[in-house]
């Protein structure tokens, strides 16, 4: 078990299917915030999934423990978080996953457009130029600041990844919605789904369904 691990690294359990994710302790860690996109995506059977800004790769491997799905594709720009994710899918023997290290802007170009039925998205949540000081390292703020891709970004690709009536699901704190729901329209994405999980600290926390080519109208729940 010990072998496809790395210094500073150990296998964590994800208490489902008896999965393990490869963690370091140098590198960002998921948070709850991750698992609760994972359980608002709903795949249709045998879909295709990309999660876009894949990390450690959780919500993939998640969503494609909790659906029927064809393939999951994760796409992470950090090489050593590409990496852990790659190992965690092989421990795991997931060949339906397979990981792209490589930016998000553009990557609709090397994974196909319009091929997807779903993609999700746990971005980073401070936006760019944040007043917000950046964490002290360079790697863990990536995951936590506006720095290799913005919400923009992400949502332009999320639109020209997704096949006609596909779904886009994303997290978010809530004074980022207004900004989420405006970009979505601007691409094409239908907000349609908006759930909110309150917090005992700080801002609530917003998960988002849009759907590509929707009509508008939307459900909103606690």
Avoid: W
């Avoid at 490869?22 to 590198?27: R, V």
């Avoid at 329209?185 to 309150?198: A, C, F, M, P």
């Amino acid at each position: 078990m010990k072998t496809i691990l790395k210094p500073n690294e150990k296998l964590e359990d994800l208490q489902l299917n008896n999965l393990y994710i490869i963690q370091s302790d140098l590198e960002y860690r998921f948070t709850s915030d991750a698992v609760a996109l994972a359980n608002f995506v709903h795949v249709s059977n045998f879909g295709r999934v990309v999660d876009l800004c894949s990390g450690s790769g959780v919500v993939g491997i998640l969503v494609n423990a909790k659906n029927r799905v064809k393939d999951v594709t994760l796409v992470e720009i950090q090489q050593t978080l590409a990496d852990m994710s790659l190992r965690s899918c092989q421990y795991n023997k997931l060949d339906n996953i397979r990981v792209v290290n490589q930016k998000l802007q553009g990557i609709s170009k090397v994974i196909g457009e319009g091929v997807y039925d779903v993609v999700a998205c746990n971005p980073p949540y401070q936006k760019q130029n944040s007043t917000l000081l950046l964490s002290e390292k360079p790697n863990i703020a990536i995951c936590k600041h506006e720095i290799m891709v913005t919400l923009e970004e992400i949502i332009l690709e999320a639109g020209k990844l997704l096949k006609f009536g596909g779904s886009f699901f994303t997290v978010n704190k809530e004074d980022r919605l207004v900004d989420i729901i405006c970009l979505c329209r601007k691409y094409n994405l239908e907000t349609k789904e908006i759930k909110v999980i309150k917090s005992t600290k700080g801002s609530n926390i917003v998960l988002v369904k849009a759907k590509k080519g929707g009509k508008s109208g939307v459900k909103i729940s606690l």
